[in-house]
């Protein structure tokens, strides 16, 4: 367990190097999770900032094929040490209060969470990927068809890409 325990007084950083499964990620592939966590305990709470880059090959949602994506992720999180979990109003007034049972946060856990937090829903290979052809169904990124699509406006365009999706 990659842990930040209860120490007050003492900062802490915890390389990360995780494997989310592609299941438990609901992706295509493996996602590779590097960076670190910073954490450290004032006043009986416990603050942690995360720097972590997620890796993993997913298909462009406009085109299709598969690209490496990357993601930059990074949280900002305090945490109470508590038997009991806060009711429910409380949570309301202090959700950025975290709560950790027993003596340590697992930290990688926490890392994956933001992970899959911030993946996007609509991956693209690029940002002005311009998609299949919805006539012919040919790539437009590796060479241009000669169909009439009736409209050039890049939104529409965007519309078309997700429309594509199965
Ligand atoms: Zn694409
Ligand atoms: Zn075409």
């Given at each position: ?7 007050p ?5 915890v ?6 499964a ?35 090959t997913?298909?462009?949602s406009?085109?299709?094929?598969m690209f490496?994506l ?24 202090q959700?950025?209060v975290g ?8 930290v ?6 933001h ?30 068809c000669?169909?009439t699509?009736?409209?050039?406006d ?13």
């Amino acid at each position: 367990m990659t842990a930040l325990r209860r120490q007050p007084g003492v900062s802490r950083t915890v390389p990360i190097d995780e494997l989310i499964a592609a299941d438990e990620a609901l992706l295509e592939a493996d996602v590779h999770v590097s960076g670190e966590v910073r954490g450290g305990v004032e006043n009986g709470r416990l603050s942690v900032i995360g720097i972590v880059t997620a890796e993993t090959t997913v298909p462009c949602s406009c085109c299709l094929s598969m690209f490496l994506l990357r993601v930059p992720v990074a949280f900002d999180e305090v945490f109470d040490f508590q038997a009991a979990p806060a009711t429910s109003g409380e949570l309301a007034a202090q959700h950025f209060v975290g709560t950790v049972t027993g003596e340590a946060l697992d930290v990688a856990d926490l890392a994956r969470e933001h992970v899959l937090l911030a993946f996007p829903d609509q991956p693209l290979c690029r940002e002005d990927c311009a998609g299949l052809c919805p006539v012919c169904g040919t790539n437009r990124n590796e060479s241009p068809c000669r169909c009439t699509i009736g409209d050039d406006d890049g939104r529409l365009a965007k519309l078309k890409c997700i429309r594509i999706q199965p």
